[in-house]
């Protein structure tokens, strides 16, 4: 039996995808969690504070470590499995990736910097400062290597000549129709991942050890970045539909099931489809389609109809934007139950109930990012650059892909095992609590030392 090498193709680069996600997210959003609560440290000359961007920039160290492996795995499999797509589009394609290593090299030398230079300082302000260029150069990471995702989408900056992209001019393929929407909500989502994360990091302590002052507060300043960061992807959730309504209508008819072009057309929720592709079991939402859509309850939205069947994205996606716009509402409905309860006096932010829920609430940030992420892949099939190469013509030919795929798999099980094992060995064994303790005693000591020898 032959190998079908286009679903192979497709499985490796989702798995690689899927595992890198997970890390390019930390990647992006745990800097500025870090550079927030040194700067409230310094500000409030509260040490809890400080102690939390210590022990946070460790943990990161490690996400950026098996981040490079992972993103270098992503290179190789460009090159292995999509090579039709690098030959065509190389050209357009290599300034960003180009700038988005840049950025990372950029980023990396700055946190050696400040994870070297930690109370060597006069000024503590002068260390905070060390965290502008880390934030910065992470989230340009991000901004380069989604402009390439953007590209995918929306192509320009060339011309089509006998087949290949020629008069390329690489600064109009970066800023394409696509990146604006998809920029913002891949960083909001990031920062509401990485804030997710740490608050539920915080909950789940507290749920096993008790509640200390130090995660206390960290619950509490997570929580609010959550609430912030929550309501900014519920506006990029809005830009990108819009975006979509106008320049990619087959991936949001596909995904909200929108078979017939009308006006007034209803926003569905939930539900199935039988042979016919009629929606059985949906939530019809009258009129909200085409409100997100353009802003107007009553204009018209393009359905499949107007879209050669050849062309239709997946129909499956509809569950991915359904449980990915639903754990974005629930990830906001959560923070501000929490905020409730704290302005709520007869309640308690810290019971364990709500506690379980915040702890989900960053299970559900992760695969929220993951859904997002088959949604736009998913939803831009069967074209690899729209409009110009479909994603068999790009796949590899060769049957040593599904060889690939199992190598990959391995890497990524070792790196996921060595990663979990080395952050439970980094922090089950330094507590906070412990940690602060010494941490002061240090310090008592230093100033009993300084006294001494004035």
Not at 412 to 431: A, E, K
Request: overall charge positive; some cysteine.
């Amino acid at each position: 039996m032959g190998v079908d090498t286009v679903f192979w193709s497709k499985l490796v680069t989702g798995m690689t995808l899927g595992f890198h996600a997970i890390f390019a997210t930390l990647g992006v959003g745990i800097p500025l969690m870090i550079a927030i609560a040194e700067f409230i440290g310094v500000r409030k000359q509260d040490p809890h504070y400080t102690l939390m961007a210590k022990r946070w920039s460790r943990g990161f160290v490690i996400s950026v470590a098996v981040g490079v492996v992972t993103g270098t795995a992503i290179s190789l499999q460009l090159a292995l499995v999509w090579p039709n797509f690098m030959k065509m589009a190389g050209n357009v394609i290599a300034l960003p990736l180009f700038l988005e290593v840049f950025a990372f090299f950029f980023e990396a030398i700055f946190l050696g910097i400040y994870l070297y230079t930690w109370d060597r300082f006069k000024n503590p302000y002068i260390h905070c400062l060390l965290m502008i260029p880390i934030v910065l150069g992470a989230g340009m990471s991000a901004v380069f290597i989604t402009t390439v995702n953007g590209f995918m989408n929306q192509p320009q900056g060339f011309v089509m000549n006998a087949g290949q992209f020629t008069a390329v001019n690489p600064l109009q393929a970066m800023l394409n129709a696509a990146t604006f929407s998809k920029v913002f909500h891949v960083l909001s989502s990031a920062y509401l991942t990485g804030a997710a994360l740490l608050a539920g990091v915080a909950a789940i302590t507290m749920l096993r050890k008790g509640v200390t002052p130090y995660h206390k507060k960290a619950l509490k300043l997570m929580m609010g970045v959550v609430l912030l960061f929550s309501l900014l992807n519920t506006l990029a959730g809005d830009v990108s539909a819009k975006f979509l309504a106008e320049h990619q209508p087959e991936k949001l008819a596909a995904g909200e099931w929108h078979f017939k072009t009308e006006k007034g057309a209803d926003l569905i929720l939930l539900g199935f489809l039988n042979a016919e592709h009629e929606v059985i079991g949906a939530l019809h939402l009258p009129k909200i389609l085409s409100f997100l859509a353009f802003g107007d309850f009553n204009a018209t939205v393009t359905g499949l109809d107007q879209i050669p069947k050849e062309e239709w994205p997946p129909l499956l996606i509809h569950y991915f934007f359904d449980a990915m716009a639903g754990i974005g509402f629930a990830l906001l409905a959560i923070s501000l139950l929490y905020f409730l309860f704290v302005f709520w006096k007869k309640r308690n932010e810290f019971n364990k109930w709500l506690l379980r829920i915040i702890v989900l609430g960053a299970l559900l940030a992760f695969m929220g990012v993951e859904l997002g992420w088959f949604y736009a892949e998913m939803g831009r099939q069967p074209w690899i650059i729209r409009g110009y190469m479909r994603v068999d013509e790009a796949a590899t030919s060769s049957p040593n892909v599904r060889i690939l795929f199992f190598f990959f798999l391995l890497l990524y099980i070792v790196l996921g095992i060595m990663c979990v094992l080395v952050l439970r060995r980094l922090f089950n064994n330094n507590p906070a609590e412990v940690e602060m303790e010494k941490w002061a005693k240090d310090k008592r000591n230093l100033t009993t030392e300084e006294g001494e020898h004035t």
